[in-house]
């Protein structure tokens, strides 16, 4: 297939979903910052395409400000979004990440940003952009596992990554350390294994695989279909949303994302 009329796609879906969140929100103009172990990518309302700059293990929330607050100085922004790849309980980090600088717990976003800021895990951030509706399983597949489940709106906190798997953990067999450990090939049987499991224990609706590896796949597991990146810009989107920009099928008392549950979920999309 092309890829440039993929990505324009892409793209286009990412224009539709601001539209349609501009349209519930009172604040019309965010900007989202996705901190990934190996780059930070940021996007603004109305702005295209996104923008980025390589993280890593030197790269700390101070430089992290200033650096976004130099790539986005012409965009225009009310508020910020932000995707953090470690725990988050309550909107704050709750444990330094392991692939980036110290300093991360206890930093005032808002107060550097100037503006009100809203932080949540970065598998949750994805998820949330991702979602249709229904029982949905998130697996962020990056430098770690990231995992994320919503359940008719709500989204709730998981720490699946952790889990002991084989020798170690899920994380260590399907993350970046595995891929680079195992090969590409053991990798994906690790993958489909791993998915297999979780999905026979949690039964989602719908899983969603993404992260930055799952292009690695040579098929996606049964049973589930492929992510995208852009959709943590979606989800950074839709946290600033009225309704929190959960599909409108869902029923009313329901179609919201409790902010305790979004600033909860634990190990990211790295």
Known sequence: MNAKPLLAAKRAKVRRGRADIAAR???KNVLVVDVGGTSVKILATGQNPHRSFPSGPKLTP???VS???KLAADWAYEAVSIGYP?????GRPVAEPYNLGRGWVGFDFAAAFGRPVKVVNDAAM???GSYQGGKMLFLGLGTGLGTAMIVEGIVEPMELGHLPYKKHT?????GRAGLERHGRKKWRRHVADVVERLVDALQPDKTVIGGGNVHKLKSLPMRCRQGDNANAFLGG???WADDRGVPPNLPPHRASVEPRSVGDLG???R
């Open 237 to 239: 989107f839709r946290l």
């Open 67 to 69: 650096e976004v607050k």
């Open 267 to 269: 190990h990211p999309d």
């Open 62 to 64: 101070r430089r992290m």
């Open 25 to 27: 929100s009172s604040v």
């Open 86 to 90: 470690g725990p988050v309980l309550r």
């Open 126 to 128: 994805q998820a949330l």
């Open 170 to 174: 899920y994380e260590d067999y399907v």
